[in-house]
């Protein structure tokens, strides 16, 4: 039987030369691929600056902890609120709350499932000084309304943070998700476009933000220099009588990635284009296919500037058509199947301490959260593949 995977990888000549080539190299943590890696995705997503960790969740943690101890944002301090999405991977709400910030959601559009704009004016007009910064989460690629988002920031003095792990090359107004807020997060996870296994990275045009995080991620060291010059006698700080390697100013995290990762991310950097393009086709000629479900289901908004993530579908008459039920039977038919996340407060355990303040508070993520799900839509499906997916959305359409 055939499996259709949410993600896949495959391993091809110009990803084991990469790999061999760190072998060879006798450096495999941080190092020069890391710094290219580092390179070409600020060039990528148009930024000027860009910092490896080893994963999203390690960048969504940086990019925090690096406002919190930037002292040109004296509101960002414990205890202030972020405006959030309660439709995500549950690392988004995880980050803020780790940094000792309180998450505030805010119902998302159904069917772009990105943050409500209005509702986000409706509560910085209740209390505007109780917040200190927006982070918008780009779900399957569709990109916030960050000019919304902006101007709302700017009148009530909040920094914007984009978490743009899902959005590898989507656009907005013909700029790159992750370019559009003072610094954004990206996740180089299995199934994502670009995949590294676990990596992650933050992105800025702040030099200070750069600087700060480049040491925050190194357990807040002294030295941020691209690549270490000390056998080569040539440390800046070679006469100041410390090492700078060991000598710590923050408090920070070891989230340094390795050159293996950052190796297989620049042979898929490589092909970015291609990838896109075709998980774009892949979601075109679905949405094509299915089209004659489309009473049942909502299928995903088809646009050329959204490089998607995987193929989500919400159900529209659940009693009839029970997800649990739909999500067994395509799995059985070897179409893998995850749920949509969750809406944070009213369905992740961890944030019981929520559900009630959320009562009814954001039916549309609710609804998302409880009816959603997704399929794989990656470069690697063929033909036949995505012919199969139809054929068995038939048969189990027609068995329930
Ligand atoms: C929206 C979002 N934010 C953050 C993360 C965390 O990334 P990672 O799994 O690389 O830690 C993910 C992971 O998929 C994500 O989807």
């Given amino acids: ?14 990803e084991k030369k ?23 995705w600020a060039k990528y997503t148009g930024r000027k600056y860009s910092v490896a960790t080893n994963s999203g969740t390690a960048a969504l943690l940086l990019g925090l902890q690096t406002l919190l101890n930037d002292n040109r944002f004296s509101k960002i301090k414990k205890g202030g609120r ?4 309660p439709l995500t991977y549950t690392a988004t709400s995880n980050a803020v709350v780790l940094s000792g910030l309180e998450p505030v959601y805010v119902d998302i559009d159904p069917a772009t499932f990105t943050l409500q704009t209005d509702r986000i004016e409706d509560l910085l007009k209740k209390g505007g000084k109780k917040y200190c910064m927006v982070l918008p989460v780009h779900l399957m690629g569709y990109v916030n309304d960050m000019d ?45 476009n670009i995949q590294a296994g676990e990596m992650g990275a933050v992105v800025t045009g702040d030099a200070k933000i750069q600087k700060l995080a480049k040491k925050l991620k190194a357990n807040g060291r002294v030295c941020s220099c691209a690549v270490c010059t000390r056998s080569e006698g040539k440390c800046p700080y070679k006469n100041k009588g ?38 774009r086709y892949n979601v075109k000629y679905l949405n094509e296919k299915l089209l004659g479900f489309s009473d049942i289901f909502q299928l995903p908004v088809y646009s050329e500037d959204v490089s998607y993530l995987a193929y989500p579908i919400i159900i529209k008459r659940p009693k009839k058509l029970p997800r649990k039920k739909i999500m067994r039977e395509l799995e059985k038919k070897g179409v893998e199947v995850r749920p949509l996340f969750g809406c944070i407060p009213a369905h992740q355990p961890a944030y019981r301490y929520l559900k009630k303040k959320y009562d009814r508070k954001l039916p549309n993520a609710d609804y998302a959260g409880r009816n959603g799900f997704y399929i794989g ?24």
């Fill in 1 to 14: 039987m055939l499996k259709i995977r949410i993600g896949d990888i495959h391993i091809g000549d110009e």
């Fill in 18 to 40: 990469a790999i061999n080539e760190v072998l060879e190299s006798g450096r495999i943590s941080e190092h020069g691929k890391v710094r290219e890696f580092e390179s070409e």
């Fill in 82 to 85: 972020v405006i959030t999405s």
């Fill in 148 to 192: 919304a988002i902006n101007m709302l920031a700017e009148k009530y003095d909040l920094v914007t943070f984009e978490d743009a792990a899902q959005a590898h090359g989507s656009k907005y107004k013909g700029k790159m998700a992750g370019s559009l807020s003072l610094l954004a997060d990206f996740s180089f996870y299995i199934a994502h």
């Fill in 242 to 279: 410390f090492d700078p390697r060991f000598t710590h100013e923050y408090i920070g995290y070891n989230f340094k990635t390795t050159e293996f990762q950052a190796a297989l991310a620049l042979s898929q950097l490589n092909k970015i284009d291609r990838i896109i393009n075709r998980r």
């Fill in 377 to 400: 839509c990656h470069q690697y499906l063929t033909g036949d593949d995505l012919e199969y997916i139809v054929q068995v959305f038939n048969e189990v359409l027609k068995g329930i």
